[in-house]
């Protein structure tokens, strides 16, 4: 299991910089089916099918140890939060999200680049050094953001030893760890931009009531109100400044 991890994470990093794709000229594919002439043929095809499949989950990886889940939960509740069913679609938030999580890895990825997949292009390592080298730098982000709390209860849980230093927390246990921690802090932040949203509906409903109004929907009202202070406070600017400065 944590032999696959590895692999899919080589392939996620890979697909990611774009900077070693530049740099070395890309091996041509032939999908031609021949006859093998020796068993060390075979084992290379499968290495490859084996390979190719696992790129179909790179997506899902990408999302457990980057910056990423965060960003899309907060943007999501703050969407919920001023009331637009989906304004912006759900297209435009994760193409910002996706921009925002290349631009807080991109330290990440850079040494990822020069330690492992440049090394591991030019043969000058192998690819179980390079998995290594690759997890590393991922392994302090993920650290970093990582409450204590849930990294015990995934110890706890699969019985493992408890590691004598960092460098011995395996990626298996820290990935989850690291997903339940950043979707607490995300509904952190995301409690913080409802408050502000739920005043404005709560005076408008009031004023509603007070007038008589009781047919008329309060949401009506809310949002263009509401939608005016996300504007005037200039919204985006300071929720991509906090989501970016919480990393």
Do not use: C, H
Request: aromatic letters at 8%; glycine letters at 4%.
């Amino acid at each position: 299991m944590k032999r696959i991890l590895y692999l899919v994470l080589m392939v996620s990093i890979l697909l990611l910089t774009v900077t070693a794709a530049n740099a070395e000229p890309l091996p041509g594919v032939n999908l031609s089916v021949n006859t093998a002439d020796s068993p060390g043929e075979v084992v290379d095809s499968l290495r490859l099918l084996v390979l190719l499949s696992l790129i179909a989950l790179a997506p899902a990886f990408i999302l457990m140890v980057t910056s990423f889940t965060r960003i899309i939960v907060v943007l999501s509740l703050l969407r919920g939060a001023i009331g637009v069913a989906m304004t912006p679609p759900n297209q435009v938030l994760v193409g910002l999200a996706l921009f925002l999580t290349m631009f807080v890895m991109a330290p990440t990825y850079n040494q990822i680049n020069e330690n492992a997949l440049k090394p591991y292009i030019a043969n000058q390592i192998s690819q179980e050094k390079a998995m290594d080298e690759a997890y590393k730098p991922l392994r302090v982000f993920m650290l970093k953001q990582t409450r204590e709390k849930d990294l015990s209860l995934f110890y706890s849980i699969s019985k493992e030893k408890r590691p004598n230093s960092p460098e011995d927390v395996p990626l298996t246990l820290l990935s989850p760890a690291f997903m339940i921690s950043e979707l607490k802090t995300a509904f952190q932040m995301g409690f913080m931009l409802y408050v502000p949203f739920l005043v404005v509906d709560m005076v408008v409903a009031s004023t509603l009531m007070s007038m008589g109004m009781f047919m008329l929907p309060p949401v009506m009202i809310s949002l263009p109100f509401k939608l005016l202070l996300f504007v005037m406070v200039d919204g985006w600017y300071l929720v991509v400044k906090s989501l970016v400065e919480s990393f």
